[in-house]
């Protein structure tokens, strides 16, 4: 081989080792910037392109994660929960005075049946039973719906009357009782319980201040009752006192009984009649002189 030839060959074999150094030594760059078409917007080509001069530049992808992956992965430990035994509220909706279930189950933990809020017209109460009458007054007893009560009152009036009615004023909404006063004797008399509240009153019922007479107790909001006339009612104090001063002459007449068989038994009976001197001295004695 001439030596120009040898003198050529060793200068490229030199050129090529010293632009493959300058290769290795280059900084690692984006290598994508000088790419044309549409390598940048491809996700896959874009991937494929960032490998390929990860391998040709010597340069080892690596990520380094400082997150704790124990911690991150960890599963929360929560205890489990055991509920206590769920109770009804100790709350009798007919009971007089009766605290609202509501302050129960806040200081008991206890359950309570649905009651609907104060934004809606409370459900009619039930108008339990009406005891105690006389002429002139009746005790009228009443159930709280499942419904936020501010307030009751009683409307009532005279049968045949429906125009003609009177109010009681407003009760506590712990009132299931009250007496009405100053009735009339021997009348018949409609009462209707009316719930109140923010959103508005209670209904009466279908026909407003109608109720059935058949109706059993508790069916609905009203009820109807009779007062007791003046006439019976003087009628049975005139009874009841001769009743009295009956019971009261036969006490005297027994009084006066054991009295005298007392008397008859502590006084001895005197001897009647004369000695017979033939009965005497048939007994073995001599007749005297």
Known sequence: M???SLALCALLVALSALRWGEVGA?????GLQDRPGRAQDDPEVLLSLRKRDAVTRGYNHIEFFDADYDDEY??????????????RCGYDPCAHLQVPCLELQRATSCLCPGVSGE??????????EVTGVSDTSASVNWCA????VGSYRLVYGPLGTAGVNTSTQPLSDRSRLFTLEGLSPGTGYLVCAVASNRAGDSRLGEGEWEVERDAPPGYGPCAIFTT?????????ITLAVLLLLLALALALILLRYLTLRRRRAATPEPSIGLQNPTYEEDKGGKPQA
């Open 2 to 4: 001439p030596m120009d």
């Open 228 to 236: 007791t006339s003046a006439r019976a009612h003087t009628l049975y």
């Open 145 to 148: 719906p499942p419904s936020a």
């Open 119 to 128: 934004e809606v017209v409370p459900e009619p109460p039930r108008l339990w």
């Open 26 to 30: 280059a900084p690692p760059g984006n």
């Open 74 to 87: 960890e599963e929360p430990t929560s205890q489990s929960v055991v509920p206590g035994p769920m109770v």
